[in-house]
Nanobody, 126 residues
Framework: QVQMEESGGGSVQAGGSLRLSCDAS????????MGWFREAPGKEREGVAG????????YYSDSVKGRFTISLDNAKNTLYLQMNSLKSEDTARYYC???????????????????WGQGTQVTVSS
């Protein structure tokens, strides 16, 4: 059974950086898509970035492209999200998630994922 746990959230001023980590275990092979999602109060959960474990192909939402970087350390089974040039609108609870199979065309849709962490809060003050 896949388990995932996020860490690294916190409070930062606009323009600052944070790195989120997600410790994951229980994978059977490397045919998994892993993603970072966020949910702000009153808003729907949205996909921020995704990565396909086997090829490391990465995907980003337009709102974070060029500022966030998703990466994966297979040896540690740890997923990362490096967040730079943070803005107040990045404030949200961030979740890591995984699903078996491809990321293509589906990585940003929360309903496609069946394994989730508990989330970590990121607060950006302006």
């Amino acid at each position: 059974q896949v388990q995932m746990e996020e860490s690294g959230g916190g409070s930062v001023q606009a323009g600052g950086s944070l790195r989120l980590s997600c410790d994951a275990s229980g994978f059977n092979g490397d045919f998994y898509c892993m993603g970072w999602f966020r949910e702000a109060p009153g808003k729907e959960r949205e996909g921020v970035a995704g990565i396909y474990m086997r090829t490391r192909a990465a995907y980003y939402s337009d709102s974070v492209k060029g500022r966030f970087t998703i990466s994966l350390d297979n040896a540690k089974n740890t997923l990362y999200l490096q967040m730079n040039s943070l803005k107040s609108e990045d404030t949200a609870r961030y979740y890591c998630a995984s699903k078996s199979g491809t990321c293509v065309s589906v990585w940003a849709r929360p309903k496609n994922y069946n394994n989730w962490g508990q989330g970590t809060q990121v607060t950006v003050s302006s």
